[in-house]
Nanobody, 117 residues
Framework: QVQLRESGGGVVQPGGSLTLSCGAS????????MAWYRQAPGKERELVAT???????IYADSVKGRFTISRDNAKNTVYLQMNNLKPDDRAVYYC???????????WGQGTQVTVSS
């Protein structure tokens, strides 16, 4: 199974920015849809943004206009640029990648994002 690893989390003040990265290690298959999810304390995991291999993007309403998802297919890497961060954005952010037929879904281990003054 594909191993995904996120990086870039940390502590930032409200209004600040962070960029998350997620790469597939080792020899990996052709990755199709890639996505970022997040899970805040006491809440269910939710979709933040997803991007197809061709670059079509979908965002949760709560992050539209503030977050941008992108990917580098040659590097099997997906990014999440997060601007104007709010305290409600505090969560563990997880990378997800789908590949294969039948479809296999792989997850990273998560990276913590804390927004606090």
């Amino acid at each position: 199974q594909v191993q995904l690893r996120e990086s870039g989390g940390g502590v930032v003040q409200p209004g600040g920015s962070l960029t998350l990265s997620c790469g597939a290690s080792g020899i990996s298959p052709r990755l199709d849809d890639m996505a970022w999810y997040r899970q805040a304390p006491g809440k269910e995991r939710e979709l933040v943004a997803t991007i197809t291999r061709g670059g079509n993007e979908i965002y949760a309403d709560s992050v539209k206009g503030r977050f941008t998802i992108s990917r580098d297919n040659a590097k099997n890497t997906v990014y999440l640029q997060m601007n104007n961060l709010k305290p409600d954005d505090r969560a563990v952010y997880y990378c997800n990648a789908k590949y294969g037929n039948p479809v296999i879904s792989s997850w990273g281990q998560g990276t913590q994002v804390t927004v606090s003054s």
